[in-house]
């Protein structure tokens, strides 16, 4: 149910914001992409074209599921890509988007 979470905390939830790592590096390949991890030393591999734009555009979406639609990907297609970008934030790939910053005027 969009809008409802029942992730546990530190888990991947699709209807929250996320971006990558600031220490994530992407390199595009003609199979996708590498992901390096500057601080864990962990490298990924991205085998699908369209997870590629997903990842790289998550900063830009209020959430995954919101970056997935922007991609192309049906409501009722996202589950392998939800998994995958639920893989990528177990290894510290991706992490949540920190909350906008309210400014005291």
């Known amino acids: 149910m969009p809008g409802a979470s029942a992730a546990p ?7 929250s914001s996320w971006r990558l790592h600031p220490q ?8 996708g992409a ?5 601080g864990t030393r962990k490298l990924s591999f991205l085998k699908d074209r369209t997870v590629v734009d ?12 919101s970056a997935c639609r922007a991609a192309g990907i ?8 939800l998994h995958a970008l639920g893989v ?5 790939m991706i992490v949540p988007a920190a909350p906008p910053q309210v400014r005291d005027t």
């Open 9 to 15: 905390p530190g888990a991947f939830d699709p209807d």
């Open 24 to 31: 994530v590096a992407v390199r595009p390949e003609p199979f």
């Open 34 to 38: 590498l992901l390096y991890h500057f």
């Open 54 to 65: 997903v990842v790289k555009s998550l900063d830009a979406h209020p959430d995954a599921r």
């Open 74 to 81: 049906d409501d009722d297609r996202q589950g392998p890509y």
């Open 88 to 92: 990528l934030a177990t290894s510290n």
